[in-house]
């Protein structure tokens, strides 16, 4: 098992508390146990917010839960996955350090709101962190009354922790087209913050252009099951719940993240969003920012999988910064300023460069990352000059 100095160290890194870091370490060595009980693994297609981090985008909000579609209905048996649990978390144990006592895993069957069978699954866990009292858990939520449209897809599990297996870890899980298509039914369906955040990120994303024609035939299935019609934004204006999203937008996502972005921004790049998927817009396509005089080392590439950096202040905050349109207050040469974060690139001579632009003057600028004594994500937001490459996809 991992030290808690390093938990503490990915905490410092990501800018958030240390049993959100935790949680997400043990989240991981769950899905590798999984992965390695073939009549668990071979039914269960891993969705949602978790599956967003740990199978696509790395500077993503942290989740907490993991949800699967459970595609036969044999292994929504409680008693079964009981003891199917019992020797994963006997596996994690011998292969992790990681604590699952036998006696807290717990499933449950009950009736969801469409009057079908659903399980919920609770487990207790001991980690690095070692608490005292009680122990933190974590949720599973299972369910087969969802329509798989597409095959899923097998991913690489994102967990950049040293005691990361050989062969990596992997899981069944929605393929693109299928998780973004399902996030926007979901917000459609019930307007929560986190569907809105994913929705958003989903269209953002430079690197993943998904097939418009099958995004809308997936959309339109799962509209069909689930009985609504396909949305609109008129029509996510006009709910009820629409006053209740930006009152609990703070409250259900500001411990996931660092800087928590303003409702209004996400909330007013639906309109671009919806124009995209009527194929009445097209999604804006950015020149990356130009190099400005250094010798740079083109092999050299931002690393998918995010780390602690060992640098004087959080790269990764600053990553998540430009995921999420937001600007940084950075401290150099003893001047603060709020910039626009772009890209980090290496120079032939081994330097870390922040490619920035000043956002008062929309100066383009360069910053060396071992001279940087202060970086922090706002909560200001900007409007992209240049393709944001600071975050890349998948493990």
């Not at 009950?110 to 919920?120: I, K």
């Not at 035939?217 to 009985?227: A, D, H, I, Q």
């Not at 097209?282 to 050299?300: H, N, S």
Request: proline share 6%; hydrophobic share 40%.
């Amino acid at each position: 098992m991992i030290s808690r100095q390093e938990v503490m160290s990915f905490s410092r890194e990501f800018g958030l508390v240390a049993n959100v870091i935790e949680k997400d370490f043990v989240l991981g060595w769950l899905l590798a146990g999984i992965e390695a009980y073939p009549e668990i693994n071979k039914h269960f297609v891993f969705k949602g917010g978790t599956c967003l981090k740990k199978c696509y985008f790395e500077t993503y909000r942290f989740s907490e839960d993991l949800d699967f579609t459970v595609v036969d209905t044999a292994y929504l048996d409680p008693l079964l996955l009981t003891k199917a649990f019992r020797e994963i978390a006997s596996w994690i144990y011998e292969n992790s350090g990681i604590e699952i006592p036998a006696e807290m895993i717990r499933f449950d069957a009950y009736e969801n709101p469409r009057g079908m069978v659903s399980v919920q699954g609770k487990l207790a866990y001991r980690g690095p962190l070692q608490p005292r009292g009680d122990l933190p858990r974590i949720k599973l939520d299972l369910t087969n009354d969802e329509v798989l449209v597409l095959p899923a897809i097998v991913q690489e599990i994102h967990h950049p922790y040293s005691d990361r297996p050989d062969n990596g870890i992997s899981a069944q899980c929605y393929c693109f087209e299928e998780v973004f298509a399902e996030k926007i039914r979901a917000l459609a369906e019930r307007e929560r913050p986190r569907d809105l955040y994913d929705v958003v990120n989903l269209y953002r994303h430079e690197d993943l252009r998904p097939d418009l024609k099958i995004l809308m035939e997936v959309l339109e299935e799962k509209c069909r099951f689930k009985g609504i019609p396909v949305p609109t934004l008129e029509m996510l204006e006009s709910k009820p719940e629409r006053r209740e999203l930006e009152a609990e937008w703070n409250n259900m996502l500001a411990h996931q993240l660092p800087a928590l972005p303003p409702f209004m921004e996400f909330w007013k790049e639906l309109s671009g969003i919806f124009a995209w998927l009527q194929g009445i817009g097209e999604k804006p396509v950015q020149e990356k920012m130009p190099v400005m005089g250094q010798q740079i080392d083109t092999t050299w590439s931002i690393p998918a999988q995010a780390q602690v950096w060992s640098a004087a202040i959080s790269l990764e905050v600053v990553r998540f910064a430009g995921a999420n349109r937001l600007l940084v207050n950075l401290g150099y040469q003893n001047k603060h300023r709020l910039i626009e974060p772009y890209a980090l690139r290496k120079t032939k001579d081994g330097n870390i460069l922040l490619y920035a632009v000043k956002h008062g003057t929309g100066e383009p600028r360069s910053y060396r990352v071992d001279r940087i004594q202060s970086a922090e994500a706002t909560n200001q937001s900007f409007t992209p000059r240049y393709a944001i490459e600071l975050n890349v996809t998948g493990p």
